[in-house]
T-cell receptor, first 114, second 115 residues
Framework: AQTVTQSQPEMSVQEAETVTLSCTYDTSESDYYLFWYKQPPSRQMILVIRQEAYKQQNATENRFSVNFQKAAKSFSLKISDSQLGDAAMYFCAQGAGANSKLTFGKGITLSVRP | KAGVTQTPRYLIKTRGQQVTLSCSPISGHRSVSWYQQTPGQGLQFLFEYFSETQRNKGNFPGRFSGRQFSNSRSEMNVSTLELGDSALYLC??????????????FGQGTRLTVV
């Protein structure tokens, strides 16, 4: 069974500052993938960043980067130079193997202060 | 390229009724997954279809069912609706290469309210 835990329900960051969102996971699979999704008020889930477990290098997408600690089963998201448009709910998710099933964390609501 | 399209966007039903939700995946995507999102339970996997076959199923009662057509469009059906079925239902499509877990693209969801 797979579990994904996001222990912080809410976070706030000042515009232009950096914020880190935490996520831990558990799985017995050796081949798995980790994702961060953003869900703005429109409710559309948008992929922010993806990390393959077999890759040691942390994924980066523009202002978004992850800190993937495989041994600790930790997968945090760092948002640099926060913008007002980053305000949303962020979900950490895990997928494994050949199927497309995703296991999601409870999510964290990020607010950005102008 | 058109995204994932879910219809209808909003739906109000009465307890005991049944409902059918539709999802059109991105062109070329053969996998369609369904998720239920509620404030209390978060996002929970319902089922996944690939090439008209159910490949994976979550822990939901038999009232929840689905199917996929030859053009990859998918429908999910909920029979004998209960108040607790009120939720946002999200559909996701992916290319799903064998042995790979590829990116899932989500639709905007169908907001179901059961009264």
């Amino acid at each position: 069974a797979q579990t994904v835990t996001q222990s912080q329900p809410e976070m706030s960051v000042q515009e232009a500052e950096t914020v880190t969102l935490s996520c831990t996971y558990d799985t017995s699979e050796s081949d798995y993938y980790l994702f961060w999704y953003k869900q703005p008020p429109s409710r559309q889930m948008i992929l922010v960043i993806r990390q393959e477990a077999y890759k040691q290098q942390n994924a980066t997408e523009n202002r978004f980067s992850v800190n993937f600690q495989k041994a600790a089963k930790s997968f945090s998201l760092k948002i640099s130079d926060s913008q007002l448009g980053d305000a949303a709910m962020y979900f950490c998710a895990q997928g494994a193997g050949a199927n497309s099933k995703l296991t999601f964390g409870k999510g964290i609501t990020l607010s950005v202060r102008p | 390229k058109a995204g994932v399209t879910q219809t209808p966007r909003y739906l109000i039903k009465t307890r005991g009724q049944q409902v059918t939700l539709s999802c059109s995946p991105i062109s070329g995507h053969r996998s369609v997954s369904w998720y239920q999102q509620t404030p209390g339970q978060g996002l929970q996997f319902l089922f996944e279809y690939f090439s008209e076959t159910q490949r994976n199923k979550g822990n939901f009662p038999g009232r929840f069912s689905g199917r996929q057509f030859s053009n990859s469009r998918s429908e999910m059906n909920v029979s004998t609706l209960e108040l607790g079925d009120s939720a946002l239902y999200l559909c996701a499509s992916s290319l799903t290469l064998t042995g790979k877990n590829t990116e899932a693209f989500f639709g905007q969801g169908t907001r179901l309210t059961v009264v």
